[in-house]
């Protein structure tokens, strides 16, 4: 069901300053946008050397917790295999992405939370 961790995404008060610490690591600024359309919430990947997965950055105190991306062959098809359980908690149910595929949130019985992406 579940295939590979894209990456994990962690808040930040102070992006800027997270963005020079992680640059200092190794790691490289790749991509920026926002989670809101008055762009206040920002969103920074930081690329690691081998370019296989990412750190994500972000300044929302709302989503102030590590998130793990996890990659799925089916989205809505893993939806459906576990909704039933009532130990998984679901933040956001399946909903298309911009780039193409689909998403859904879910909090896992141990209170992690994992972004599912695939088709």
Known sequence: MWKQIECIAIYTEDIEKS???????GLTKSWETY???QE???LVGMTFPDGNSELVLKNNPDLNFAETEIVVEDVRET??????NPEVHWIRTPFPNSLGGHVAVMEAPDRNVFVLVGK
Do not use: G, P
Not at 19 to 25: K, P, T, V
Not at 79 to 84: G, H, I, R, T, V
């Open 19 to 25: 963005i020079d610490f992680y640059q200092s690591l």
């Open 35 to 37: 989670q809101d359309e």
């Open 40 to 42: 206040q919430w920002r």
């Open 79 to 84: 939806y459906k295999a576990l909704k039933e």
